[in-house]
């Protein structure tokens, strides 16, 4: 992983520990604080910008691992199956085990874009889970509607979190110059 | 380096996923259901707390993003409140001048012989020795000098001046104004004059005659000057000495002289070219 000539070298085995009270509270928040920020019945998904932009951020493998704790989170939280949204999440973020090495996976437009991406895949497995799960949908154009606006919310909202979370991978890596 | 870390991800990624199915599993078998208990309580808690909370500084904020709107909307309905006002009390004036006018037609229906024509008090003599009113209908009107003016309640004077949209009334009340009256019950026949704003002195009543308070007294219509039958007013007190040659009697008009607003002007009253009001040295 290297950007301007500064190559990071990874400090720990993991940083999983920092997952769990992180990804709980960012559940805690978007059921509490986040849901007040809606567009067309959509808010931002706090627990996927994170995920996302760590998976970006750490590598795919790391980033699955806080998927899945964040997914835990979310479905604690929630009415539906246990499990469900940690499937979501990590389907979310696993494209990125195919761009891992290929892309600069730190440059702010792909971030969005994965963003983007991950929102779609989180939904759509989300409400296929739910459907096969038996639960009753709204009309198409309404999810759709929905999707669309969750798909907008967290592009924009990976934004401050990806640059947040680039200062606090700076504050666990020692960078080293060179190639 | 790149090629020795894709396959633990990908491992992750298989053994995540194989979790998560299992735990979807377990939960529609209700085998999590304990656990998820036991793990939900601290969250709800934390949950609960903060959206408490979030709620109370929601409500501050809420209020200070509405007071530009409450002010706002204070000073519509301030404006809206004062608009109001005025049209209330228009709407009162309008009342007040309908319940007037009711009256009115209620006096014309009942005394459809002669013809009324309505007209406002549009202003009092500046003068407080003189008890004149001007009207707002004139020569333009069909109004004429002399004719005789009254309410529903009776008699108020007569046109004595008269302009292109104006005429003055010079009422009962003035000292300078004399009506041919007749009392209702003894039959006994006088002269009306003004005395003070609220009383009017009946004199030239021929001795002999028992007048009693109370008793109505009506303009007799002799001489011409005004209809037969109108109300003047009530006789209060009456004077007679043996000494005299006539007994005099105070009258209390009918007509309240300071709430006069609409009047009514008989205009197809057919009087004489001259007025003949004996023993009426003030009347013009």
Request: aromatic share 6%; net charge negative; proline share 5%.
């Amino acid at each position: 992983l290297s950007t301007s000539g500064i190559t990071f070298r990874r400090r720990g085995p993991t940083t999983l520990h920092w997952s769990i009270p992180l990804m709980l509270a960012a559940a805690i928040a978007q059921s509490t604080l986040f849901r007040h920020l809606h567009l067309y019945g959509a808010a931002p998904n706090l627990v996927l910008a994170i995920s996302v932009a760590w998976t970006l951020l750490r590598g795919a493998r790391e980033g699955l691992l806080w998927a899945f704790v964040g997914g835990l989170a979310l479905d604690l939280l929630s009415g539906g199956p246990l499990g469900l949204s940690s499937l979501a999440l990590v389907l979310a973020c696993a494209p990125a085990l195919l761009t891992e090495g290929h892309v600069n996976s730190r440059a702010l437009v792909f971030a969005m874009g994965a963003a983007a991406c991950a929102t779609l895949l989180f939904n759509g497995i989300m409400l296929l889970g739910l459907a096969l799960g038996g639960q009753t949908l709204d009309p198409f154009a309404e999810l759709a509607q929905r999707t669309l606006a969750a798909t907008l919310l967290n592009t924009l909202s990976i934004v401050p979190i990806h640059l947040l979370l680039i200062v606090a991978y700076r504050s666990v890596e020692r960078p080293e110059v060179g190639g | 380096m790149i090629g020795t870390e894709r396959r633990p991800g990908w491992l992750t990624l298989v053994v995540l996923m194989a979790i998560s199915v299992g735990l979807i599993y377990f939960h529609q078998i209700g085998l999590l259901a304990p656990f998820e208990r036991l793990a939900a309580a601290p969250l709800a808690a934390v949950q609960g707390w903060l959206n408490t909370n979030l709620r109370e500084f929601n409500n501050v904020v809420t209020t200070l993003q509405t007071i530009g709107a409450l002010r706002e909307r204070v000073d519509t309905l301030a404006t809206e409140n004062d608009r109001l006002t005025v049209e209330n009390a228009q709407l009162r004036e309008e009342l007040n001048k309908a319940s007037i006018f009711e009256k009115l037609l209620k006096y014309e229906r009942a005394n459809a012989e002669l013809h009324y024509l309505p007209a406002d008090v549009i202003g009092h003599d500046t003068d407080p020795n003189l008890h004149t009113i001007r009207l707002n209908k004139g020569l333009n009107d069909g109004v004429d000098h002399g004719m005789p003016v009254v309410t529903e309640r009776g008699l108020v004077g007569r046109v004595t001046e008269v302009g292109p949209n104006w005429c003055e009334v010079l009422l009962l009340i003035d000292n300078a104004s004399s009506v041919r009256a007749r009392l209702s019950e003894s039959r006994a026949e006088g002269v009306v004059t003004g005395k003070d704003q609220n009383s009017l002195l009946m004199d030239y009543i021929t001795q002999g005659i028992t007048v009693s308070p109370g008793e109505v007294v009506l303009t007799s219509g002799m001489g011409g000057t005004f209809p037969a039958g109108l109300i003047i007013g009530q006789v209060t007190t009456v004077r007679q000495s043996d000494e005299a040659l006539f007994q005099q009697a105070d009258v209390r008009p009918s007509v309240d002289f300071e709430r006069l607003e609409v009047v009514l002007i008989i205009i197809n009253f057919d009087r004489p070219a001259t007025d003949e009001t004996p023993g009426g040295p003030h009347d013009r």
